[in-house]
């Protein structure tokens, strides 16, 4: 089974930045859409940000729109998110998560085959 091991989570002031890894156990980051998923505390888990499976295509929450970037790396089997211009509202713990699809079309939480473990993430002064 695929394993994913996040990295890179912390705690930052607002209007910092952080940078977020994913590495994976197995090569299989060009077969699958990948991406993050975040859950505040007494919130459902929601998707922030999805690469598809090429990584020439990527889709992003609106209220990270202009801030976040996801990128991947398929030679050292990591997914990245880049943080910019973080606020509280950004607050909680970011879950990798590969889809059964190649598209991020459908990339929700039905659609995930594999989780990592969470990194928590806290925005504040």
């Known amino acids: 089974q695929l394993q994913l091991v996040e990295s890179g989570g912390g705690l930052v002031q607002p209007g910092g930045s952080l940078r977020l890894s994913c590495v994976a156990s197995?090569?299989?980051?060009?077969?699958?859409?990948i991406g993050w998923f975040r859950q505040a505390p007494g919130k459902e888990r929601e998707p922030v940000s999805c690469?598809?499976?090429?990584?020439?295509?990527?889709e992003y929450a609106d209220s990270v729109k202009g801030r976040f970037t996801i990128s991947r790396d398929n030679g050292k089997k990591t997914v990245y998110l880049q943080m910019n211009s973080l606020k509280p509202d950004d607050t909680g713990v970011y879950y990798c998560?590969?889809?059964?699809?190649?598209?991020?079309?459908?990339?929700?939480?039905?659609?995930?085959?594999?989780w990592g473990q969470g990194t928590q993430v806290t925005v504040s002064s």
């Open positions: 690469i598809n499976s090429f990584g020439g295509s990527t």
């Open positions: 197995a090569f299989t980051l060009n077969q699958h859409a």
């Open positions: 998560a590969q889809a059964h699809f190649t598209s991020c079309s459908a990339y929700v939480v039905g659609s995930i085959t594999s």
